[in-house]
């Protein structure tokens, strides 16, 4: 499988030609997704597919996999995601201004169609909301204990402030 994917292609030509690009993508080459991820571990195993379907649209079919590191929420350990992406979404020219783009759609610029922006849009789309193990008992148990702070009887008691007029109950005696 070849690492090198070209930074930026004519969708709508590739789809004509059913051009297919396969590669391995380093998290550190997807800022908004490397500040998300624990550790950087494999590159991304991605695959694009562009076609025309039986209307004749152009399309680009994303498969992606990898296995990410993120941050669980309940107890701050790593927690793993595997990530197994498919995404289809058809190509809009962005030139043809009659087209209404809908929700699986990809109005293209003239500028082309950046492969990485792509990917890492539809990374961040696969993550969940919020990151944490299947169960409390998968946490890091220390880190759990740390978090919650002391227990119930462990808290301490408030000492009682003294009290100012102390002083003068003693002048009265």
Same mark, same amino acid.
């Given at each position: 499988?070849?690492?090198?994917?070209?930074? +930026?292609?004519?969708?709508? +030509?590739?789809?004509?030609?059913?051009?297919?690009?396969?590669?391995?993508?380093?998290?550190? #080459?997807?800022?908004?997704?490397? *500040?998300?991820?624990?550790?950087?571990?494999?590159?991304?195993?991605?695959?694009?597919?562009?076609?025309?379907?039986?209307?004749?649209?152009?399309?680009?079919?994303?498969?992606?996999?990898?296995?990410?590191?993120?941050?669980?929420?309940?107890?701050?350990? *790593?927690?793993?995601? *595997?990530?197994? #992406?498919?995404?289809? !979404?058809? !190509?809009?020219?962005?030139?043809?201004?009659?087209? *209404?783009?809908?929700?699986?759609?990809?109005?293209?610029?003239?500028?082309?169609?950046?492969?990485?922006?792509? !990917?890492?849009?539809?990374?961040?789309?696969?993550?969940?909301?919020?990151?944490?193990?299947?169960? +409390?008992?998968?946490?890091? #148990?220390?880190?759990?204990?740390?978090?919650?702070?002391?227990?119930?009887?462990?808290?301490?008691?408030?000492?009682?402030?003294?009290?100012?007029?102390?002083?003068?109950?003693?002048?009265?005696?």
């Amino acid at each position: 499988m070849s690492d090198k994917l070209p930074q +930026r292609i004519d969708p709508i +030509r590739a789809a004509e030609q059913g051009r297919v690009l396969r590669g391995r993508v380093p998290v550190r #080459q997807l800022p908004r997704l490397f *500040e998300v991820v624990v550790a950087e571990g494999d590159p991304i195993e991605v695959e694009f597919r562009f076609e025309r379907d039986i209307d004749r649209r152009p399309f680009v079919a994303l498969d992606c996999r990898a296995e990410l590191l993120l941050r669980c929420e309940r107890c701050l350990g *790593e927690v793993r995601f *595997e990530l197994d #992406q498919r995404q289809r !979404l058809e !190509l809009i020219d962005g030139s043809v201004g009659t087209v *209404e783009p809908g929700p699986e759609s990809l109005v293209v610029g003239e500028d082309g169609l950046y492969l990485r922006d792509l !990917l890492e849009d539809e990374v961040l789309l696969a993550l969940p909301l919020i990151p944490r193990h299947g169960s +409390r008992e998968a946490c890091d #148990q220390e880190n759990l204990v740390w978090l919650a702070g002391p227990e119930v009887d462990e808290k301490p008691k408030p000492e009682q402030a003294a009290n100012p007029f102390d002083v003068l109950r003693t002048l009265k005696d």
